[in-house]
């Protein structure tokens, strides 16, 4: 596609129930990127696959958390029991090969009650 | 982590020239200085990045101190659709981590 997906766009949960997000990369583009955002604050980084690599998973807040992705295609982030906390937009981003720009998604909304 | 300060918040006129600033006084030699730019209720956007010397592009220049310690983003002529929080970020080239991890930004405001 022309530009990064990610769906669903919006989503509430109730605490306790896992919850999966999706990312469609540009094509072509080797590195993905997640990262969450609490009202009014800039980007948290969680995540970063970069092709075959093993990911760098430095930024996951707690073991509740973790992502998948297939190759250089999508990539799904998966929150276990979930907590109000995890309540955030949830940014995905993917990057071409040469790198240094990254194209965003416009995120999932997730709040949890 | 080499980090940037800028200001909270800007105003500006439409259609007159925006400046806003960045600091990076701990800006390493393989640090680029990156601008992105989030509208409300969607992602960021790039907007325009660069090492040493100035740069121009469609959306915005970008000017770099001589010592690297500090840049500023120029926007010619705001319109009220360049209304967002404007983020300087630093990453270095290589950089395995590649995280790119947002400060607070600047949020420019508008006013017809």
């Known amino acids: 596609g022309a530009g990064v997906s990610q769906s669903p766009s919006n989503k509430v949960t109730e605490k306790g129930k896992d919850v999966e997000l999706r990312c469609d990369p540009i094509?072509?583009?080797?590195?993905l990127y997640w990262y969450r955002q609490r009202l009014g604050q800039g980007l948290e980084f969680l995540i970063y696959?970069?092709?075959?690599?093993?990911?760098?998973k430095s930024g996951l807040p707690s073991d509740r958390f973790s992502a998948e992705r297939t190759g250089e295609s999508v990539s799904t982030l998966t929150i276990q029991r979930t907590q109000q906390e995890d309540s955030a937009v949830y940014l995905c981003?993917?990057?071409?090969?040469?790198?240094?720009?990254?194209?965003f998604g416009q995120g999932t909304r997730l709040t949890v009650v | 982590d080499a980090k940037t300060t800028q200001p909270n918040s800007m105003e500006s006129n439409e259609e007159e020239p925006v400046h806003l600033p960045c600091n990076h006084s701990?800006?390493?030699?393989?640090?680029?200085i990156h601008w992105y730019r989030q509208l409300p209720s969607q992602g960021p956007e790039y907007v325009i990045h660069?090492?040493?010397s100035n740069v121009n592009n469609r959306m915005a220049s970008l000017a770099i101190a001589e010592d690297r310690k500090s840049s500023t983003l120029i926007l010619h002529r705001a319109t009220l659709r360049d209304a967002a929080v404007y983020y300087c970020i630093l990453e270095a080239r290589g950089d395995a981590g590649n995280m790119l991890t947002f400060g607070g930004g600047t949020r420019l405001m508008v006013k017809p």
């Open positions: 094509s072509g583009h080797t590195a």
């Open positions: 696959f970069q092709g075959n690599s093993a990911p760098d």
């Open positions: 981003a993917s990057s071409p090969p040469w790198g240094l720009y990254r194209v």
């Open positions: 660069g090492l040493t």
């Open positions: 701990t800006i390493s030699g393989t640090d680029y």
